[in-house]
């Protein structure tokens, strides 16, 4: 049987408290996008805790993924799918991606299992972002993308980072924690 551990909302507020001042100050974000659904909950808190007196809240916008499926074995336990399904992205006709260019964007979600997720969405949103920017005649104008979870599972991964990604630490895992089932307060688990 595969272990669980239970995360409770305070911990999650501690997590995303104790990672702020990193946050804003290697990263410097200017707009959050959530990883949904794990994503939605940190980055609400975090947002709060990135707020300085005197500046306007970090916007969030948010694009769902999927990647578990129930397998039907264990009804508590679901697995790494193959496939990343978009389930809501970025509305790419609107004004939505010409906001993106130029920014300093936090991806967050809640875990980096397999970084299947994040790789996908990195690499999604840096192809959106290069499309509205050659569209908008703004090819100057650079995006930066970092990253931030909960907890990072300390296994081999499938998915990977853009190298510039990672030697420029633009990766913040509050956690790294065994390969184990987290259950987040916001899951019905």
């Given at each position: 049987?595969?272990?669980?551990?239970?995360?409770?909302?305070?911990?999650?507020?501690?997590?995303?408290?104790?990672?702020?001042?990193?946050?804003?100050n290697?990263?410097?974000?200017?707009?959050?996008?959530?990883?949904?659904?794990?994503?939605?909950?940190?980055?609400?808190?975090?947002?709060?805790?990135?707020?300085?007196?005197?500046?306007?809240?970090?916007?969030?916008?948010?694009?769902?993924?999927?990647?578990?499926?129930?397998?039907?074995?264990?009804?508590?336990?679901?697995?790494?799918?193959?496939?990343?399904?978009?389930?809501?992205?970025?509305?790419?006709?609107s004004?939505?991606?010409?906001?993106?260019?130029?920014?300093?964007?936090l991806?967050?979600?809640?875990?980096?299992?397999?970084?299947?997720?994040?790789?996908?969405?990195?690499?999604?949103?840096?192809?959106?972002?290069?499309?509205?920017?050659?569209?908008?005649?703004?090819?100057?104008?650079?995006?930066?993308?970092?990253?931030?979870?909960?907890?990072?599972?300390?296994?081999?991964?499938?998915?990977?980072?853009?190298?510039?990604?990672?030697?420029?630490?633009?990766?913040?895992?509050?956690?790294?924690?065994?390969?184990?089932?987290?259950?987040?307060?916001?899951?019905?688990?």
């Amino acid at each position: 049987m595969v272990q669980k551990v239970y995360v409770s909302y305070n911990q999650v507020h501690r997590l995303c408290q104790e990672s702020a001042e990193r946050i804003l100050n290697d990263f410097k974000p200017t707009l959050m996008i959530a990883i949904g659904g794990g994503g939605y909950v940190p980055a609400r808190i975090l947002r709060s805790f990135l707020k300085r007196p005197g500046s306007a809240n970090i916007s969030i916008q948010a694009i769902g993924l999927s990647l578990y499926e129930d397998l039907g074995k264990d009804a508590d336990i679901e697995e790494p799918g193959t496939k990343v399904t978009r389930t809501q992205w970025l509305d790419l006709s609107s004004l939505e991606m010409a906001n993106l260019i130029g920014k300093n964007i936090l991806i967050v979600d809640e875990v980096d299992d397999t970084r299947t997720t994040l790789e996908y969405a990195v690499k999604e949103l840096q192809k959106d972002v290069e499309t509205a920017r050659k569209k908008a005649g703004r090819e100057g104008e650079k995006t930066s993308f970092s990253i931030f979870v909960l907890h990072n599972k300390d296994k081999p991964k499938k998915g990977h980072l853009p190298v510039d990604m990672l030697d420029e630490n633009r990766y913040l895992a509050a956690r790294t924690v065994p390969d184990v089932w987290i259950c987040y307060p916001w899951e019905a688990t």
